[in-house]
Antibody
Framework: EVQLVESGGGLVQPGGSLRLSCAVS????????MQWVRQAPGKGLVWVSR????????GYADSVKGRFTTSRDNARSVLYLQMNTLRVEDTAVYYC??????????WGQGTLVTVSS | DIQMTQSPSTLSASVGDRVTITCRAS??????LAWYQQKPGKAPKLLIY???NLEVGVPSRFSGSGSGTEFTLTISSLQPDDFATYYC?????????FGPGTKVDIK
């Protein structure tokens, strides 16, 4: 069974940092591109980033470029999202997602990040 | 960046109704479009990929069509489990923008 489990969310002050993790199981992690998507409370889905299967290529939304960094550890089957210089508007549920044959075919349950003083 | 719009933003319908949601891209994305369903407090679920291909396990009452800049998601006969919010997403080029969503609620 494919599973993606995010962790690392919580309350952080504006300007602070947080690292999210996504532990996966049930598939060969090193074969898949992965994405992060976020959703502010009561709002729509927002694409954050995408990383290729070996970690050599990433893409980011303009709103997080230069502040967020996606990485992965294929030996441990874990995807990361390092978030720096956090802003109030980064408050959201962050979803880790597996990219199948183009679209996202599996999603984690999400982890809530709250940026507030 | 490619911008995505959806219409309507909210749709009130009854069980058994035929429902159509439209998604438009600001430039051609060929057929690189997916549709997702999301229920409150849950992660989204993939329904349609490459504009018209039904994901395994998704009921056949869901269908997708279109290419280029205009796409539609159709539910042929709305069921109680289908009341949810629907999002389109382009995966033609970065950033992989989602549409703003269409909420389907009970009339």
């Amino acid at each position: 069974e494919v599973q993606l489990v995010e962790s690392g969310g919580g309350l952080v002050q504006p300007g602070g940092s947080l690292r999210l993790s996504c532990a996966v199981s049930g598939f060969t992690f090193s074969n898949y591109w992965m994405q992060w998507v976020r959703q502010a409370p009561g709002k729509g889905l927002v694409w954050v980033s995408r990383m290729n299967s070996d970690g050599s290529n990433t893409g980011y939304a303009d709103s997080v470029k230069g502040r967020f960094t996606t990485s992965r550890d294929n030996a441990r089957s874990v995807l990361y999202l390092q978030m720096n210089t956090l802003r109030v508007e980064d408050t959201a549920v962050y979803y880790c997602a597996r990219e199948g044959y183009g679209p996202i075919d599996y999603w984690g349950q999400g982890t809530l990040v709250t940026v507030s003083s | 960046d490619i911008q995505m719009t959806q219409s309507p933003s909210t749709l009130s319908a009854s069980v058994g109704d035929r429902v159509t949601i439209t998604c438009r891209a600001s430039q051609s994305i060929s057929s690189w479009l997916a549709w997702y369903q999301q229920k409150p407090g849950k992660a989204p679920k993939l329904l349609i990929y490459t504009a018209s291909n039904l994901e395994v396990g998704v009921p056949s009452r869901f269908s997708g069509s279109g290419s280029g800049t205009e796409f539609t998601l159709t539910i042929s006969s709305l069921q109680p489990d289908d009341f949810a919010t629907y999002y389109c997403q382009q995966y033609h080029s970065y950033p992989f923008i989602f549409g703003p969503g269409t909420k389907v609620d009970i009339k």
